[in-house]
């Protein structure tokens, strides 16, 4: 057997020693030379991904450090050790675990810089990450978990000092944020995250040097609730008019008919997940950043991986691309999603480049994707 996928690849800055549900799939090492090969070409070419999270998709040793300080958890109960979950809110319980360690300001700021080092170590040079200002003030307030709450204002500074911060660092690498909401939000907690990025989004901290903005689009996170779309549409419509785009996690684990009822009402422009509805019969019509090793570590997808909705959005020639969702919890990479999918459907460069161009046409800053892909071009010269 080759070295493991860590060995191969030592500038991951999180373990992925796979779990044993990921065994039949990936295995702990690429299974031959020819594997290996193709990892490096993914690797090695820029890349763009749109459904990512930022506060879980840094290395490990950045939570570890936090735990160090808090000594919440022994070292082999930290979240990012916990995959696979034995349900999505086991999933949901290690994501608030991990939040739980976030205590100071600057350590937003930290988080989004250590994300943007990441991204230029595996040449995604064009993120649009999702991050969830909303867990650590609102549901702050709303549930004791032993952790004071910020200001959103706080919070969407704290991100945007972190991207200029890496811009400096990284020139090469563009990151991008979407302000995750909750689908449990209130009315008037949905309106304090317009506030917010109303406040914030004009100021010169939330732009990079060439007056691009750092905040592009809102999203919904956590369990999806279709009973609450009404309370829903307000938001996003104040969030078009701010000009930010609408991409909503959606069709994870509803069925299609709750997933085609919240697309209905929604309207967003992009849809994360969107596996239910491809499935058994409704495909959203725009573009759907699919996370198939996710879907598997949470349970939303129960069956073998050769039957994951992806090969069905594939079929229907779908706009689509992929994602590595929370790469620190579930322990992938999107290196390692393209190869899980090219071991199991067969799916060489040319499935790709297809995706990767979806991507780019559905990105919501596409002047800062060219430019992206045009200075990653020089860098590697």
């Not at 905040?215 to 009973?227: A, C, D, H, I, K």
């Amino acid at each position: 057997m080759l070295a493991s996928w860590n060995d191969c690849f030592p500038h991951w800055r999180h373990s992925v020693g796979l779990p044993e549900k990921w065994h039949e799939i990936l295995g702990p090492a690429p299974r031959d030379e020819e594997e290996l090969s193709f990892a490096q070409r993914v690797e090695a070419l820029p890349k763009i991904e749109l459904h990512v999270h930022a506060e879980a998709a840094v290395g490990e040793e950045f939570y570890d450090r936090l735990n160090a300080l808090a000594g919440l958890y022994p070292p082999s109960l930290m979240p990012a050790k916990r995959a696979p979950f034995a349900s999505f809110r086991d999933f949901i319980n290690a994501w608030i675990d991990n939040s739980k360690l976030i205590c100071h300001e600057s350590e937003f700021e930290q988080l989004v810089f250590e994300f943007a080092r990441d991204r230029a170590s595996q040449n995604i040079v064009y993120s649009e990450a999702h991050v969830s200002p909303s867990d650590f003030s609102y549901i702050r307030e709303r549930f004791p978990l032993g952790v004071e709450p910020f200001s959103l204002q706080t919070l969407l500074s704290a991100y945007a000092r972190g991207a200029r911060r890496a811009a400096d660092a990284f020139p090469h690498i563009y990151v991008r944020f979407l302000v995750d909401a909750l689908w449990i939000a209130t009315p008037e907690e949905y309106e304090r995250v317009l506030e917010a990025l109303e406040s914030v989004l004009g100021t010169p901290e939330a732009q990079d040097l060439r007056g691009g903005r750092f905040f592009v689009g809102v999203g919904l996170g956590g369990p999806e609730s279709t009973e609450r779309v009404a309370a829903i549409i307000p938001f996003l419509e104040g969030a078009r008019k701010l000009g930010l785009g609408v991409d909503i996690h959606s069709g994870e684990m509803t069925s299609a008919e709750e997933h085609r009822r919240s697309i209905e009402a929604l309207k967003p422009d992009r849809v994360g997940h969107g596996i239910r509805g491809a499935a058994e019969g409704f495909l959203f019509e725009g573009h759907i950043t699919t996370c198939p090793l996710s879907n598997l570590l949470t349970g939303a997808h129960s069956g073998a991986f050769s039957t994951h909705a992806v090969a069905r959005m594939a079929e229907r020639g779908c706009a689509f691309s992929i994602g590595s969702d929370d790469p620190l919890l579930f322990r992938n990479t999107l290196t390692l999603e393209y190869v899980a999918l090219r071991r199991v459907f067969g799916w060489d460069e040319t499935f790709i480049h297809m995706t990767q161009a979806h991507a780019k046409k559905s990105a919501f800053d596409p002047e800062a994707v060219e430019r992206a892909f045009r200075m990653s071009t020089s860098h590697r010269r």
